[in-house]
């Protein structure tokens, strides 16, 4: 039962264009968004998050959006940088009583930024 | 402020061994998640320690196990090892009721032949 899905394994983009990075999401109990990126032999990264009270979060050249009726997260990189280039991960929690330190993450997401 | 870290990077081990990975989290930080990825079934939580309890288990078997101590370090055991617990073990800390955020390290590659 996959309750964060990536659909797009893979996904090319030019440099200083803008990137785009999609999640869906099953469980309307999820409270808390984060993307993450991971470049090989290294742990994922934190990059943004979002709490599912706003819509929009900022953070430099990051922006991640989320539509709660339907069930969608993006990130949005702009503009995107060869260094972008790694698996972007879309990770989801649930509220901290009951459920605490657990994050539930899509499959990936492999971006590649050309020059 | 030093990262996560996690010994040892890499491990080889025989099937039916068991094996010890160590994590050390940012100071500061009280809580210790543990996550198994693979290829097919990608990060799959295995269980959060906090304040050397364990708060949150995820749907592994009881050959998996951990423990915290009390400056927040944490191993994590697997014993009677399988071929299909050959992973990249990763370790991520986080405040623990401050933020949702964890921090990750770099991770343990465990092959299992």
């Known amino acids: 039962d996959q309750q964060v899905k990536q659909n797009s394994p893979s996904l090319s983009v030019q440099e200083g264009r803008i990137s785009i990075l999609n999640c869906d999401y099953t469980?309307?109990?999820?409270?808390?968004f984060l993307w993450y990126k991971k470049y090989p032999a290294e742990g994922p990264t934190f990059l943004i998050s979002i709490s599912s009270i706003k819509d929009k979060n900022e953070d430099g050249r990051f922006t991640v959006f989320l539509n709660k009726s339907a069930k969608h997260l993006s990130l949005h990189i702009v503009p995107s940088q060869p260094g972008d280039s790694a698996v972007y991960f879309c990770?989801?929690?649930?509220?901290?009583?009951?459920?605490?330190?657990?994050?539930?993450f899509g499959q990936g997401t492999t971006l590649q930024v050309k020059p | 402020k030093a990262g996560v870290t996690q010994t040892p990077r890499y491990l080889i081990k025989t099937r039916g061994q068991q094996v010890t990975l160590s994590c050390s989290p940012i100071?500061?930080?009280?809580?210790v998640s543990w996550y198994q990825q693979t290829p097919g079934q990608g990060l799959q939580f295995l269980f959060e320690y906090f304040s050397e309890t364990q708060r949150n288990k995820g749907n592994f078997p009881g050959r998996f196990s951990g423990r915290q101590f009390s400056n927040s370090r944490s191993e994590m055991n697997v014993s009677t090892l399988e071929l299909g617990d050959s992973a990249l073990y990763l370790c991520?800390?986080?405040?623990?009721?401050?933020?949702?955020?964890?921090?990750f390290g770099p991770g343990t590659r465990l092959t299992v032949t």
């Open positions: 990770a989801a929690s649930f509220p901290f009583s009951g459920n605490t330190g657990k994050l539930i």
């Open positions: 991520a800390s986080s405040l623990a009721g401050l933020s949702n955020e964890q921090y």
């Open positions: 100071s500061g930080h009280r809580s």
């Open positions: 469980n309307s109990m999820f409270d808390y």
